[in-house]
């Protein structure tokens, strides 16, 4: 079955870049459709980035995301880090062989 | 805006069943998929079902497949999950959420989770 892999915490400093890579187990990563999602403490997930790099209304343009076929992976990028951006992010896709969503293991940004 | 409320959730034997609810509003309910998916303490996120915007489709995770019911009332604008056999690996923050369309591949917006614990 389809995975996804991300690291399992990155921390960067306020104002830097941050990047969060998602790798797929096989197949193409481009098969269907990237999206990020971000999950504060006690909260439910919100989505940050869909359909690989659109930005939803209301989530700042310094998050931004990209696939990249050639490593099979997809990428979200944090700009201008603020510590509110600390939080857990998943990506998710589907698995077209088996019809189930996948979620990435998550990843958790400190900004300090 | 779009809204999902859910209901239910709480404490259970194992074995026992359970059944969680989710009303949607903000959005014709009846154009879209959607999905349940729960994380259980401490873990990352978890796929457990998805139901077609008609009900005619219905897919669910191994892990809860044979067990586990996922329904719709498009006329009620609710979504329905139906736990029975439950495990103490049940345990988990359940929650409903909308795809952004109808095809199931993307889970767009989210309730704000019920918690569901299976202990003796």
């Known amino acids: 079955n389809f995975m996804l892999t991300q690291p399992h915490s990155v921390s960067e400093s306020p104002g830097k870049t941050v990047t969060i890579s998602c790798t797929g187990s096989?197949?193409?990563?481009?098969?269907?459709?990237v999206q990020w999602l971000q999950q504060r403490p006690g909260s439910a997930p919100t989505t940050v980035i869909s359909?690989?790099?659109?930005?939803p209304s209301g989530v700042p343009d310094r998050f931004s995301g990209s696939i990249d076929t050639s490593s099979n992976s997809a990428s979200l990028t944090i700009s201008g880090l603020k510590t509110e951006d600390e939080a857990d992010y998943y990506c998710?896709?589907?698995?077209?062989?088996?019809?189930?969503?996948?979620f990435g293991g998550g990843t958790k940004l400190t900004v300090l | 805006q779009v809204q999902l409320v859910q209901s239910g959730g709480g404490v259970v034997q194992p074995g026992r069943s359970l059944r969680l609810s989710c009303s949607g509003s903000?959005?014709?309910?009846?154009?879209?998929?959607v999905h349940w998916v729960r994380q259980a303490p401490g873990k990352g996120l978890q796929w457990v079902a998805v139901?077609?915007?008609?009900?005619?489709?219905?897919y669910y995770g191994d892990s809860v497949k044979g067990r586990f019911t996922i329904s719709r009332d498009n006329s009620k604008n609710t979504l329905n999950l139906q736990m029975n056999s439950l495990r103490p690996e049940d345990t988990a923050v359940y929650y409903c959420?909308?795809?952004?369309?109808?095809?199931?591949?993307?889970?767009?917006?989210w309730g704000q989770g019920a918690l569901v614990t299976v202990s003796s």
């Open positions: 359909d690989d790099d659109q930005r």
């Open positions: 903000g959005f014709r309910f009846s154009n879209y998929a």
């Open positions: 998710q896709s589907y698995d077209l062989s088996s019809q189930s969503v996948v």
């Open positions: 096989s197949g193409s990563i481009a098969r269907s459709y």
């Open positions: 959420a909308r795809d952004l369309g109808y095809d199931y591949t993307q889970v767009y917006y």
């Open positions: 139901i077609s915007y008609d009900g005619r489709n219905k």
